[in-house]
């Protein structure tokens, strides 16, 4: 038994994904490990994203079980919580296919980033971090009321938060932007100002959509240290779809492959870099198999 | 607070020609030189060109409307007057005007106009910002004491001007939270001011409830019929938002219209007890404010009175939403402007940001138009038509989304202009006695208003500070900032 099997943080069972009559996933299942991280892999258009949609609530699959454990023993709750609600009582099992996205960040704690950059533009990088700590900063201000009249609780909250902002902003090496608007930013920054914004939420577990996307090597070199670092010191587990190989096998506990919206193969990343199905989704078959198959149709 | 304009990224401000024909040059490998050699021959033939199909187009247009007048002819019939001078006349401007045009500011490297545009677009917005709060704010305090020792003929006008156009500040901040904050395009935002001035007009001339009770029910009242629109306009965006709430201002006109026992319909509702001061009318006589203060009587008390009050209620709305903005749920206005998928992955409950900037918004225009049916004792359905919601609106894009001091500004500008655009009579002495300037008020009001959104299109004030900062505030520039699209 796989260490991610014995003590999961995300199950997905069975999902699927249909728009009309596109079958985007079938009949999806997997785990992510706690602490771990764990990449989903696929050639273009295998449903790596439809599969983050549904994970963090953007689209609302049609059928399967996704279920989030904040503790271990949390699963044990499974069959009474999807006969029942959605949410266990001690709020630390969250069906996720149940809950509006803005549920699934604020409650169940999943922060995830986008392919296409969606950083808040106008505004600063320290601002783009304050607003991930929104619902935190809207309890400190007592919803605004305690926020008008300046109480102490509400100026002690927003410290905390710039606090926790700065951190981020060294961790990600963007002090010195820090007041500059995020549209302004060179392209790596703003990638990793979405990672420092994902995890100013808080998260138990962190989607990263293509983080590597469009970076150069020394600046994935650092990505990889940074996803550490998150892993290892903050002990938040990430599920990450990359398509750069040196990013994906280096850094990964747990690879899950996907083509046509199927899994061809789950496992460490040297079992799945030795796996034929996955070679051959990847890359095709071998060239002797082609020319087997050349001779018999006669070319 | 330290202040610095970060540099865009097209912080080039040449006129945009002259970069794109360097453009062009570099494409094609030519020298820029040999461009501007071959440019004179063709500029004068074009021009001519053009201008000879704009004087063409012209004729074609003015030969049936300015050429032929329709009179009362001989017993019932219409008669035809020729009028083909001033056709020609009509032709003859255009044709040497769109040359001139051709000639020195379209189809040249240098138009002569590019000074006057270059300076007017780099302005820089918050040094002006940062002397004209203050001075402005001064001149709003000392306005009365001004207007009633140096002038005191034209006190009275001048006072109710200047109400009028505080009243006119105070809606625009209040729709500047819902459009220029949140940016969501609202359209119907008089029917909040309308909801404010009946709740108040009902209340007090049903139940003799005074205005200091009234002002804060209207705005809850007000901030209540917010919610009930943000409801159903959650799901919308853009175009679609600014249609539905379109509908939403226009039902509730309607409503006013015709729930007769209510509202009394079209005749309005009259006799709207006039503010006290916190009790004390202004009236002549026993237990009168004149009297109560030892002064003697004057109309202009009370007139005084409500200045101030509408100054109070548009600071008041000023500051709270200035402070609002800096708070958690004003920085998720702002970013719900920004990117709305973003916010929901941040766990921001978006439907509630909405309602709460939808309420919040409305509230203020509850107020303004309590405000409204005291100074004026008189309403009907009539003062809340769309093309309120429109001045409104054009107030807070002209002044700049989100910028209060640009709302002020636009403000005094556009209700300011069309009052001074009322006393034209000085070009009588120009165009002769039988002209009427008024006619041509909202023409020449069209035009600067074309000019401004042409030369500075982000409004008066397009840059945005941040509500929070690390080191130094630095100003946000125009271009990285989203405008309102619902």
Wanted: net charge neutral; proline share 5%; aromatic share 10%.
């Amino acid at each position: 038994m796989n260490r991610w099997e014995s003590d999961p943080i995300l199950t997905v069972e069975h999902l699927s994904m249909r728009f009309g009559g596109l079958i985007a996933i079938n009949d999806l299942s997997f785990v992510a490990g706690r602490g771990d991280i764990t990449a989903l892999i696929g050639p273009n258009g295998a449903g790596k994203t439809t599969v983050f949609n549904c994970i963090t609530g953007f689209y609302k699959p049609t059928e399967g079980r996704i279920a989030l454990a904040h503790s271990p023993e949390a699963f044990s709750q499974l069959p009474e919580i999807t006969a029942g609600s959605r949410v266990s009582a001690g709020g630390s099992l969250y069906l996720l296919e149940r809950m509006a996205e803005f549920e699934i960040a604020k409650r169940a704690r999943v922060a995830r980033t986008f392919q296409n950059i969606r950083l808040f533009g106008g505004m600063t990088a320290v601002e783009n971090l304050m607003i991930a700590q929104h619902n935190k900063l809207m309890v400190a201000s007592l919803y605004t009321v305690g926020g008008i009249f300046g109480l102490p609780a509400y100026r002690e909250g927003e410290r905390l938060a710039m606090d926790k902002a700065v951190y981020w902003l060294e961790r990600v090496g963007l002090t010195e932007r820090a007041d500059d608007p995020a549209a302004d930013l060179p392209y790596g920054a703003q990638r990793r100002l979405e990672i420092a914004r994902a995890m100013c939420t808080d998260p138990l577990l962190l989607c990263l959509d293509e983080p590597a996307a469009g970076l150069n090597p020394r600046e994935s070199a650092d990505l990889n240290a940074l996803l550490r670092f998150i892993r290892d010191e903050h002990k938040i587990s990430i599920l990450l779809i990359e398509h750069d190989m040196g990013v994906v096998m280096e850094i990964s506990d747990h690879i899950v492959v996907l083509d046509y919206g199927e899994k061809i193969s789950d496992g460490s990343a040297d079992f799945v870099r030795n796996d034929p199905r996955v070679i051959a989704a990847y890359l095709g078959v071998e060239d002797e198999e082609v020319e087997v198959v050349e001779q018999e149709v006669g070319l | 607070m330290a202040t610095e304009v970060t540099q865009g990224r097209a912080a080039d401000l040449r006129p945009a020609g002259a970069g794109a024909q360097e453009q062009g040059a570099a494409v094609t490998g030519k020298p820029p030189a040999a461009l501007a050699m071959r440019a004179p021959r063709n500029v004068l033939a074009e021009s001519v060109k053009d201008a000879f199909l704009a004087a063409l187009i012209t004729l074609a247009l003015a030969v049936p409307l300015v050429g032929m007048q329709t009179v009362a002819g001989a017993g019932f019939g219409l008669a035809l007057n020729y009028r083909w001078g001033q056709v020609a006349v009509i032709v003859a401007v255009v044709f040497v005007g769109r040359l001139l045009l051709n000639l020195f500011v379209w189809k040249v490297d240098r138009p002569v106009t590019g000074v006057f545009s270059g300076t007017l677009a780099n302005i820089p917005s918050l040094p002006v910002g940062k002397i004209a709060t203050p001075l402005l704010l001064l001149l709003a305090f000392a306005l009365p004491i001004i207007v009633i020792s140096y002038a005191p003929q034209q006190s009275r006008y001048v006072l109710d001007v200047g109400t009028l156009i505080l009243t006119y500040v105070m809606l625009g901040w209040g729709l500047n939270i819902v459009v220029g904050l949140a940016g969501l395009l609202d359209l119907g935002y008089v029917a909040f001011y309308a909801v404010g001035a009946y709740s108040y007009a009902l209340l007090a001339v049903n139940f003799g409830w005074s205005f200091w009770i009234c002002l804060p029910l209207a705005g809850i009242l007000a901030a209540f019929w917010g919610i009930i629109l943000g409801f159903p306009v959650l799901r919308l965006r853009g175009d679609y938002l600014a249609i539905v709430t379109l509908a939403f201002g226009e039902i509730i006109r309607l409503v006013l219209i015709n729930w007769f026992d209510l509202t009394n319909g079209p005749n309005g509702i009259s006799q709207i007890p006039r503010p006290s001061f916190f009790g004390i009318e202004f009236i002549r006589g026993e237990g009168g404010f004149a009297e109560t203060f030892g002064l003697p009587f004057s109309p202009n008390h009370r007139i005084v009175f409500l200045y101030y009050l509408i100054l109070l209620l548009a600071l008041v709305t000023s500051i709270v939403s200035a402070r609002i903005r800096r708070l958690p749920v004003g920085r998720a206005w702002e970013a719900l402007r920004e990117d709305e998928i973003a916010c929901r992955s941040l766990g921001i409950n978006t439907t509630n940001t909405k309602l709460t900037a939808f309420a919040m918004g409305a509230m203020f225009g509850g107020f303004a138009g309590s405000f409204f049916a005291t100074r004026q004792g008189f309403i009907s359905p009539e003062s809340f038509n769309f093309l309120e919601s429109a001045t409104i609106l054009a107030i807070v894009v002209l002044g700049g989304l989100g910028s209060q001091i640009g709302v002020a500004v636009a403000a005094v500008v556009m209700i300011g202009g069309i009052e001074i655009l009322r006393n034209l009579s000085w070009l009588k002495a120009i165009f002769g006695p039988d002209f009427d300037p008024t006619n041509y008020r909202m023409l020449i009001f069209g035009i600067v208003m074309v000019m401004i959104m042409v030369w500075r299109p982000r409004g008066l004030v397009s840059t945005r500070v941040p509500a929070v900062y690390l080191r130094k505030r630095k100003v946000v520039s125009a271009e990285f900032v989203e405008e309102g699209r619902g």
